[in-house]
């Protein structure tokens, strides 16, 4: 009874998804450029740890960054992973500052054993995020004399979603192997206005909007070994192998000029190298170092198949990531004793470019906090853990972006494969 109950919430959650992963959790003008903001599908544990993952391997939390991880899953545990952000933005450049603020449930994930070192994850996870509405006026010269002032908005919203599935096993002691399929789909959708200031004529509008629909896939490797019962090492490696993004292209022109256009232009989602290392003493204290690179330059991004050329390039990101985790007693009965202390750190570089501008690194720094849950009936551990991370995106020169971003997630954790005796 109480499974079913448990299933019922999954499929419920599942669907409710379904209408708000779509949704923008973010407002920032830096989305306006390539595929908007590109999520790191971190858990909110992995958020605390400033996006450690690569190398993480745990029977108490879920990791689809790197699939190797499921088969550390619990022979008799079912896990199901629901998380929601809050994102509070300060804009500013040289002249003034803006302050935004936007909420959204973000994603939901489950693990189960299949068999004795074989575990299986699925669930929904975002991959970009698009939403701003800027606003500026300009002049130009009027060959009559004087000037004309225009007025120009740029609006954009949408993302990219996707639904995974994954499978890992055990390769003798030591060794797992990991692969994601993930089915993509959505739209990024930018729109610009021009209109003349003092004039009757109407605005000008134009909508490009990129869609998706395409599978990939992700594999990962994790070596793991124990040294004198309290020294825990892990090892791991993920890659992607770059994909086409199957979706379509097409321009909205209204207004004074008005045209459909549906353009051949091809896109793609990049090569992605990952490697991890993960140390853990007497299940206490945990470091994570983790660095990724995802190879957008060599990617197509509004490419012209008769020219052979990209209409904008993209730059390679790469991002250095490091988490520290600290429990005090892991097997002790007071509740303060279970509890996880987490800081991390990242720095990373923009994939996309602002015409005109070179953007410095991006960094962020963060901290949070798990929580155990302890169920008397079913004798079960679950998780609430809450993360803030502070980041800097850009430059005060041109537009800083200063932010606070607040993760909580809850970790179920069910025993479904056993036998309860009466």
Known sequence: MYKNKVLVLVLSSLVSLQFVVAQN???????????GDISETNSGEQRALGGVAIGSRSHSYINTVNPASYSAVDSMTFMFDIGTSALSSRFSDANKSV???????????????????????????????????TYNIDSIPNP?????????????????????????????????LGANIYYMYGSVNNTRSVRILGSTTDSTVQTNSIKA???????????????????????????????????????ITAGVLSDTTINNYQFELPTVFGIGLNYT???????????????????????????STNAENLNDRSKLSLGIEY???????KFSDRIHYR??????????????????????????IGLPLYNKFTQTVST???SIEYGKVGSSTNLREDYFKFTMNLVFNEHWFFKRKL
């Open 99 to 133: 302050r935004t603020f936007n909420a959204n449930l973000e994603y939901l994930t489950m693990q189960f054993p299949l068999s004795k070192g074989m575990g299986f994850s699925a669930g929904l996870l975002p991959y970009s995020f698009a939403g701003y509405n």
């Open 327 to 333: 429990t005090p007693k892991p097997l002790g009965r």
């Open 281 to 307: 003493y007497d299940s206490r204290i945990s470091i994570g170092l983790d660095y990724s690179l995802q190879k957008w330059a060599s990617t197509k991004y509004f490419w012209n198949p008769t020219t």
């Open 384 to 386: 609430l853990n809450a």
């Open 213 to 251: 629909s395409n599978f990939r896939l992700r594999y990962g490797i994790q070596y793991f070994n124990t040294f004198d019962k309290k020294h825990d090492v892990t090892l791991g490696l993920i890659y992607e192998h770059r994909a086409k993004l199957n979706g379509d292209f097409s321009q």
């Open 25 to 35: 959790n973010i407002n920032s003008p830096y989305t306006r450029y390539g595929y």
């Open 343 to 368: 800081v991390g750190s990242n720095i990373s570089n923009a994939y996309y470019n602002v015409p005109g501008v070179t953007l410095p690194k991006n960094y962020g720094l963060s901290f949070g």
């Open 144 to 176: 009559e004399g004087g000037s004309i002032f225009t007025a120009k908005n740029f609006t954009g919203n949408g993302g990219f979603s996707q639904v995974y599935m994954g499978l890992s096993k055990k390769i003798g002691k030591h060794i797992s």
